[in-house]
């Protein structure tokens, strides 16, 4: 019987064929799709942000572990499309208006993917008023808004007050980036600032209501 537990190990070593084969097996022993994406991937990129919030992995190993994610979401999701099942909640994302730096940002919408969030990306250099229109779209849960540049810290604060003029009842949104701050955050009416893509997952869970 393949283990669920495997899966976890596999996701958060980064072992992209182990992850596919595992998946496949699960699938084969008759495991629900969103079962190996509750008890499998999402447990096992938690370990991943927990890892590179203390540190002890960087940037690379991240990305290994997302790739590994991947591919058992690549089997997994026409599957839980086909059943009618989706993630509980759904997340925008992108960067600042005026600001094309994504690296930040591509990972922090993977971790949120890893931890089963519907996650929209709108790109780099996103105005307030797109970040408004998909966010009443999709009716998002999280607005994720990223800058690298000082520059462009002034564009993320009128998207912030953008969206909360808007008056999008159960929307949060979050900021971060090199030179963002919590006091900047709380200047700006944010409802939470990530440091990195590991806390941006604790803080994405916590403003939704699930436990971190």
Do not use: W
């Given at each position: 019987m393949p283990s669920v537990t495997a899966l976890t190990e596999a996701v958060a070593a980064g072992?992209?064929?182990?992850?596919?084969?595992?998946?496949?097996e699960l699938l084969a022993a008759g495991i629900p799709p969103q079962v190996?994406?509750?008890?499998?991937?999402?447990?096992?990129?938690?370990?991943?942000?927990?890892?590179?919030?203390?540190?002890?992995?960087?940037?690379?190993?991240?990305?290994i572990a997302a790739r590994a994610m991947k591919e058992s979401l690549k089997l997994l999701e026409p599957l839980l499309v086909a059943a009618g099942i989706r993630p509980k909640y759904t997340a925008i994302i992108g960067t600042a208006?005026?600001?094309?730096?994504?690296?930040?940002?591509?990972l922090v919408a993977m971790m949120w993917r890893g931890a089963n969030f519907n996650v929209i990306d709108l790109g780099t250099n996103v105005s307030a008023e797109r970040y408004v229109a998909a966010?009443?779209?999709?009716?998002?849960?999280?607005?994720?808004?990223?800058?690298?540049?000082t520059t462009t810290m002034p564009a993320m604060k009128e998207a912030v007050l953008a969206l909360k003029a808007a008056g999008l009842t159960g929307t949060k949104?979050?900021?971060?980036?090199?030179?963002?701050?919590?006091?900047?955050?709380?200047e700006i009416g944010a409802d939470g600032f990530a440091a990195d893509a590991g806390t941006a997952v604790s803080l994405a869970r916590r403003l939704v209501g699930e436990a971190a």
């Open positions: 072992k992209r064929n182990d992850a596919l084969r595992l998946t496949q190996i994406v509750e008890t499998g991937l999402v447990p096992g990129m938690s370990i991943v942000g927990e890892r590179f919030r203390k540190n002890e992995i960087f940037v690379p190993e991240m990305l208006q005026g600001d094309l730096h994504d690296i930040g940002k591509n966010a009443r779209e999709h009716q998002a849960h999280l607005v994720g808004i990223s800058a690298l540049l949104v979050v900021i971060g980036g090199a030179p963002v701050t919590q006091d900047f955050a709380d």
